[in-house]
């Protein structure tokens, strides 16, 4: 029976707290705890959930993934909670990981979930910050693998804001070898440094494409990905970004210019009409509720190598 294995760094802070051969192997587990053919339990065990934005799809799987590894979890809302009156991370993260066994957080900035980990006995899971998302790229690149069985000669492009979720496409798509294509408006390109340590792990492969038109960048791409043109705590700057994103809408006429076989994924929750067509999400091309389903299965993975 294929057995987890414990994971070199203590938290996944970022989709490179993974080696290559690590992805792959969480990507393995989840596969079988999908069709059932895995069956780890982590009795009495507790994560711990912060969320400082709202979530549906990353609150819910882990918390289904938890209760199917036969532990539970504790899902702390920052305004009924201490947290929200500002305590500092370093006193939430001490007492938190006393109680629990994981933690999973959903916060603004990077470096208040590294100051959380700094803290906290107990790793730390990255559920979401601005700069990145990575267990969605778990379920991501799951999705991918799924459909293509392996990731050579995949070409992802992702239209839309290089942040957060773009962010750990790109990292994760340097470290499998995938070629990623990012298309923005000027002004949204991904993070610095992310496009840095990508192209120190991508090598002289020359496989990050960043583009300003869209229409180059799905010309024979096997994926096209969207998020959301504002994402949580930019829901002032919804206007502007609106008129800035026009033209980076995945509709049938954008699709009809990738690969014939191309798959459509979008992270979700999605702007109908805004970055991504009804059409398109309803079309046949769509993987996106398969997507939704496999963060569960690998979150679940991702937990089992970490509660090792
Ligand atoms: N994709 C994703 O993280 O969704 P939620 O915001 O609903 O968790
Ligand atoms: N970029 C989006 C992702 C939501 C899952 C946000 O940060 O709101």
């Known amino acids: 029976m294929l057995n987890p294995i414990k994971l070199a760094s203590k938290n996944f802070l970022s989709s490179l707290d993974t080696s290559c051969e690590e992805f792959l192997h969480i990507l393995e587990i989840a596969k079988n705890f999908k069709n059932k053919d895995l069956n780890i ?3 009495d065990k507790v994560l711990g959930l912060i969320f400082d934005k709202s979530s549906t799809r990353t609150r819910v799987s882990f918390q289904v993934a938890m209760s199917r590894l036969g532990g539970t979890t504790v899902d702390l809302n920052p305004t009924t909670s201490q947290i929200g009156r500002g305590e500092p991370i370093r006193d939430t993260a001490r007492v938190l990981s006393r109680y629990c066994d994981v933690l999973a957080i959903r916060t603004f900035r990077q470096s208040d979930l590294e100051e959380y980990a700094k803290w906290s006995s ?6 979401l910050t601005d700069l990145e998302h990575p267990c969605q790229a778990l379920s991501d690149y799951m999705t991918i693998k799924e459909e293509f069985t392996d990731f ?7 239209i839309g804001d290089g942040n957060n979720v773009a962010n750990s496409l790109i990292l994760c798509g340097a470290l499998l070898g995938v070629e990623v294509r990012i298309a923005c408006p000027k002004g949204y390109e ?3 440094l992310v496009i840095n340590k990508a192209k120190k792990i991508y090598k002289n492969k020359n496989l990050l494409k960043i583009t300003n038109d869209p229409i180059t960048a ?6 096209l990905y969207t998020d959301v043109w504002s994402s949580m705590g930019e829901e002032n700057q919804k206007e502007e970004k609106d008129k800035d994103f026009n033209g980076y809408t995945i509709n049938t006429n954008l ?4 690969d014939k076989e191309a798959i459509i994924l979008h992270c979700l929750p999605a702007y109908r009409g805004k970055e991504i067509t009804d059409e398109v999400i309803e079309s046949e091309k ?3 509720f398969e997507q939704a389903e496999n963060r569960m299965h690998a979150q679940q993975a991702l937990l089992s190598c970490i509660l090792k």
């Open 41 to 43: 339990k982590f009795k």
């Open 190 to 192: 991904p993070n610095n």
């Open 122 to 127: 107990k790793p730390v899971i990255n559920a």
């Open 286 to 288: 769509s993987r996106i």
């Open 218 to 223: 799905v010309r024979g791409a096997n994926v």
């Open 255 to 258: 699709v009809s210019n990738a």
């Open 152 to 158: 050579e000669n995949v070409v992802l492009t992702f």
